[in-house]
């Protein structure tokens, strides 16, 4: 094999490790995550295919952003965008686009949050996935926003999509923007059945960090009632795992 023909080859390796890294984060594995990562960042660096090194900086900056590590997360992001955007290689842009809104709202900015998000969403179409993983970080964006009426209309449009695709993780992620939704309505009883069931669909440790996120956001907004919720969904899901 010539060395460009092992370059593509090995490119693709690097990249399928990306994908890795983000499994690894959703099954809450920070450090297989690194560790898948920074291979792919080897192989890349090794090989010199501008698109794979730039697929592996911008899962570098999701796996920075989850770990809270902000200025490594933003110079990957940052860098992955430079390379990726005078090409037109727009793949990988939304990934990064993604990695920057999420930044953004862990920080507390909802208004730069959705300053990222919302252009990705509205050229990619809720159906590119990027997008769909982006759009429940946009709802969230706009609840604190006060733009709730924004916020119910596009998830609307992602629950739609999630009924088409059937995703568990995702449907997980819909109950928990509904119980946002409905926190911000003022309506407890139907924010806490929502929040209930976004734990319940993350039961049994398949979904680790949207439990967490469920766990750190749609259950925080009902106070006193979020032991109750929380016990509810857990005793669900244990009997939802003994059927």
């Known amino acids: 094999m010539d060395r460009r023909a092992q370059a593509g080859s090995e490119s693709w390796r690097a990249i399928v490790l990306t994908t890795l890294a983000e499994i690894e984060l959703r099954r809450g594995s920070m450090a297989n995550a690194a560790a898948a990562v920074e291979t792919a960042r080897e192989i890349a660096g090794y090989w010199g295919v501008v698109h794979a090194e ?41 990934s ?17 949050a959705h300053a990222v998000l919302e252009p990705l969403l509205a050229r990619s179409g809720i159906g590119h996935p990027s997008a769909a993983a982006a759009a429940p970080d946009d709802v969230e964006a706009l609840v604190k926003l006060g733009r709730v009426d924004e916020a119910e209309t596009l998830l609307a449009e992602l629950a739609a999509h999630v ?12 109950a928990r923007c509904r119980a946002l939704i409905a926190a911000a309505r003022g309506d407890g009883a139907a924010g806490i059945t929502d929040a209930e069931y ?35 969904a857990g005793a669900r899901g244990a009997r939802a795992r003994r059927r």
């Open 198 to 232: 976004a734990l319940a669909l993350c039961g049994g440790g398949v979904e680790p960090l949207e439990r967490a996120r469920t766990l750190l956001r749609g259950t925080r907004p009902f106070r006193g009632d979020r032991r109750a919720a929380v016990g509810r």
């Open 96 to 112: 990064v686009e993604r990695a920057l809104g999420f930044i953004e709202l862990s920080l507390g900015e909802p208004a730069a």
């Open 54 to 94: 730039a697929a592996v900086l911008a899962a570098a900056a999701l796996v920075d952003a989850v770990a809270g590590r902000v200025e490594e997360a933003r110079q990957a992001a940052a860098r992955a965008a430079g390379l990726m955007r005078p090409a037109g290689y727009d793949v990988i842009v939304r």
């Open 163 to 174: 009924e088409r695709t059937g995703r568990r993780r995702r449907r997980a992620a819909v």
